[in-house]
Nanobody
Framework: QVQLVESGGGLAQAGASLRLSCTASGRTFSIYTMGWFRQAPGREREFVAAIRWTGINTYYADSVKGRFTISRDNAKNTVYLQMNSLKPEDTAVYYC?????????????????WGQGTQVTVSS
């Protein structure tokens, strides 16, 4: 099992930036695909970004492409989500997740472990 703890959420104005962090403990972090998802009130949890264990292959939802950047530091067992040019529609609880190396990264069901989530609120 892998335990995941997110941090870095908060309140931001439209156009501002935030950086989320997710630190893992437990089994070897470096072999996992890591993903970020978000869930707004009344909506389903949706894919935001994912990164393979090598850190080379990254994937983004169309809604965040060009504004968000996912990265990882395997030495620190941490994955990051740099969020720039924030919009009010980015407001949600953001979750970090881990899963097997070769999983289909967009599907929530393919991830084995989830963090508790961190709230991001963007005001207009």
């Amino acid at each position: 099992q892998v335990q995941l703890v997110e941090s870095g959420g908060g309140l931001a104005q439209a156009g501002a930036s935030l950086r989320l962090s997710c630190t893992a403990s437990g089994r070897t972090f470096s072999i996992y695909t890591m993903g970020w998802f978000r869930q707004a009130p009344g909506r389903e949890r949706e894919f935001v970004a994912a990164i393979r264990w090598t850190g080379i292959n990254t994937y983004y939802a169309d809604s965040v492409k060009g504004r968000f950047t996912i990265s990882r530091d395997n030495a620190k067992n941490t994955v990051y989500l740099q969020m720039n040019s924030l919009k009010p529609e980015d407001t949600a609880v953001y979750y970090c997740a881990s899963g097997p190396a070769g999983l289909a990264y967009q599907a929530t069901g393919n991830y084995d472990n989830w963090g508790q989530g961190t709230q991001v609120t963007v005001s207009s």
